[in-house]
């Protein structure tokens, strides 16, 4: 038998290890993963006049943000490779559309084949929408390995100090000791 619940955008449930005994682990919700592949599949629908380098940029930093928030859940392997997959093609589409070109020519010019251990990516040059000449790189979710949760020690909390502390300050000793014994 196992739970379920969702705390704070996580899947928390009870699995049986290899070896019998029972384990909390965390993971990401089927439809959380949904919502957002169809958020970057809205982001990326149209808006042919955002410049390509912007447009990574933005879509990066939803990456990373969406990674940072899941980084210490369990079995995200799947999920995302699947996000990669419809990012990856979806921006080839947008860039398709962007530049009235097949993929074939796009992906000579712009694709990056991976280091052994990485994943495939897009690398584009241009100019922002400011102007501006740079690279940008697509973000890849792949390879982002599961950091393990520390807790920290209760001593270490400011706010659960038990010695009293004086906060008030004055260039005049008698109007600190009469905030003081307030």
């Known amino acids: 038998m196992s739970m379920m619940a969702l705390f704070f955008g ?24 949904r919502n957002f592949a169809a958020s970057l599949t809205a982001l990326l629908s149209g808006n042919y006049s955002e410049s390509k380098i912007d447009m990574i ?19 995200k392997a799947k999920i995302f490779s699947h996000i990669d997959r419809v990012v990856f093609w979806k921006l080839a589409r947008w860039l398709g559309r962007k530049y009235r070109s097949r993929l074939k020519p796009l992906m000579r010019h712009w694709f990056k084949m991976p280091a052994p251990g990485q994943s495939k990516t897009w690398v584009l040059y241009g100019k922002t ?11 890849r979710l792949v390879g982002r390995g599961s950091r393990q949760f520390r807790w920290r020690l209760p001593e ?21 000791m009469a905030f003081a014994n307030v």
Request: proline letters at 5%; one cysteine or more.
């Open 129 to 139: 929408n400011q102007g501006h000449l740079c690279g940008a790189v697509l973000y």
């Open 10 to 33: 996580h899947r928390i449930i009870r699995k049986r290890s290899r070896y019998g005994d029972q384990r909390v682990v965390t993971t990401i919700p089927k439809e959380k993963a």
């Open 156 to 176: 270490g909390n400011p706010y659960l100090r038990k010695e009293p502390r004086n906060t008030w300050t004055s260039r005049y000793p008698e109007v600190a």
């Open 57 to 75: 940029e933005t879509v990066n930093r939803k990456l990373k943000g969406w990674s940072a928030f899941y980084q210490f859940v369990d079995f």
